[in-house]
T-cell receptor, first 115, second 116 residues
């Protein structure tokens, strides 16, 4: 069990630039989740995948955000035309698709700073 | 809509003492799950304990126990025999409905500081 891996750990970008984050879940976990956490707040749900299928997207996920999980393994979260309000920690989590098993395994997150 | 409230921005406890972190929730759905996660300064969210809405007994996981009072809609976390490594941010979270596994609503968190 190597845990959930997120890259990069930190990203600094200028307003208007595009950024992409990567998440590698635990290998046998077919459910993958993205959350966003702003300073002093709890995480907020953004979207989740079952294998390669994106099953739900939050209203927080504007048109500038897109997430993919092309082969049902790693996932990417892209933000186009970044805004200062996008500055946050982006957390990825995974879990196995077993009924009754609700424990999420989180990565250490990608801290985005938009200047 | 569902809501989680943590009213304690910060808590202090002496090492080896017990501490209770408060959490209240609001939902009209009879099926829900309640969680506590710990977030150390490294940023990673660590699962601590889970309580289902239909569970008859309070959940326990080692030094962690969840004081589930359904009528009061509270799900307080009790940490017994606090350790210095327990110093972290603690989040209460809720899953509503029977099919939304993994989609959690989090509270604002409580910073716990354990003094030697």
């Amino acid at each position: 069990d190597t845990g959930v891996s997120q890259n990069p750990r930190h990203k600094i970008t200028k307003r208007g630039q595009n950024v992409t984050f990567r998440c590698d879940p635990i290998s046998e976990h077919n459910r993958l989740y993205w959350y966003r956490q702003t300073l002093g707040q709890g995480p907020e749900f953004l979207t989740y995948f079952q294998n390669e299928a994106q099953l739900e997207k939050s209203r927080l996920l504007s048109d500038r955000f897109s997430a993919e999980r092309p082969k049902g393994s790693f996932s990417t979260l892209e933000i186009q035309r970044t805004e200062q309000g996008d500055s946050a920690m982006y957390l990825c989590a995974s879990r196995p698709d077993r009924y009754g098993n609700e424990k999420l395994f989180f990565g250490s997150g990608t801290q985005l700073s938009v200047l | 809509a569902q809501k989680i409230t943590q009213t304690q921005p910060g808590m202090f406890v002496q090492e080896k003492e017990a501490v209770t972190l408060d959490c209240t929730y609001d939902t009209s759905d009879p099926s829900y799950g309640l969680f506590w996660y710990k977030q150390p300064s490294s940023g990673e969210m660590i699962f601590l304990i889970y309580q289902g809405s239909y569970d008859q007994q309070n959940a326990t996981e080692g030094r962690y126990s969840l004081n589930f009072q359904k009528a009061r809609k509270s799900a307080n976390l009790v940490i017994s025999a606090s350790q210095l490594g327990d110093s972290a941010m603690y989040f209460c979270a809720m899953r509503v409905g029977g099919t939304s596994y993994g989609k959690l609503t989090f509270g604002q968190g409580t910073i716990l500081t354990v003094h030697p």
